[in-house]
């Protein structure tokens, strides 16, 4: 399986129930999927936090279970939201071309039982971030932000 992996520093700046919400105002984006919402998505820190994220590419299809062992393989851990939001808010080029970058490390359920993920997609000039299903097949078009799992 090919694995391919980009590196980015990020500051991660919790705030507490307003987290994801300032997240979102500083990522800049078009369009913004009402559920990703502090509410939804409760921020799993407290004090700003830096991290190494890794945007992960596997080629094929992958089912959930399966991108989370080959990145335990790896020794790292899906981000989860925020993680995410603050990746794509210092990076505003993020993500580049047609691709998606997912974090798998939170999610939510809808009303209809549904289990979504948070993603960030760019169409041309455009970019948004959204929910995806998160028990699902994904492609070689999305990109994984995670995190090194040793402390």
Same mark, same amino acid.
């Given at each position: 399986?090919?694995?391919?992996s980009?590196?980015?520093?990020?500051?991660?700046?919790?705030?507490?129930?307003?987290?994801?919400?300032?997240?979102?105002?500083a990522?800049d984006?078009?369009?913004?999927? *009402?559920?990703?919402t502090?509410?939804?998505?409760?921020?799993?820190?407290?004090?700003? %936090?830096?991290?190494?994220?890794?945007l992960?590419e596997?080629?094929?299809?992958l089912?959930?279970?399966?991108v989370h062992?080959?990145l335990?393989q790896?020794?790292?851990?899906?981000?989860n939201?925020a993680?995410?939001l603050?990746?794509?808010?210092?990076?505003?080029?993020?993500?580049?071309?047609?691709l998606?970058?997912?974090?798998?490390?939170?999610?939510?359920?809808?009303?209809?039982? *549904?289990?979504?993920?948070?993603?960030?997609?760019?169409?041309? *000039?455009?970019?948004? %971030?959204?929910?995806?299903?998160?028990? *699902?097949?994904?492609?070689s078009?999305?990109?994984f932000?995670?995190?090194?799992?040793?402390?």
């Amino acid at each position: 399986m090919t694995y391919v992996s980009k590196s980015y520093s990020v500051v991660v700046p919790y705030r507490g129930h307003l987290t994801i919400q300032c997240l979102v105002a500083a990522g800049d984006y078009d369009w913004v999927d *009402r559920h990703v919402t502090d509410e939804h998505f409760p921020p799993c820190g407290g004090m700003p %936090a830096e991290f190494a994220i890794e945007l992960v590419e596997f080629d094929g299809f992958l089912s959930k279970g399966d991108v989370h062992r080959q990145l335990i393989q790896r020794t790292l851990r899906p981000a989860n939201t925020a993680e995410l939001l603050a990746l794509c808010a210092m990076r505003p080029e993020l993500p580049t071309d047609s691709l998606t970058i997912v974090g798998l490390g939170q999610s939510w359920r809808d009303a209809s039982r *549904r289990l979504h993920v948070v993603s960030v997609t760019r169409l041309g *000039r455009r970019r948004a %971030a959204g929910l995806a299903w998160a028990d *699902r097949e994904w492609n070689s078009k999305i990109q994984f932000a995670a995190i090194n799992a040793k402390p």
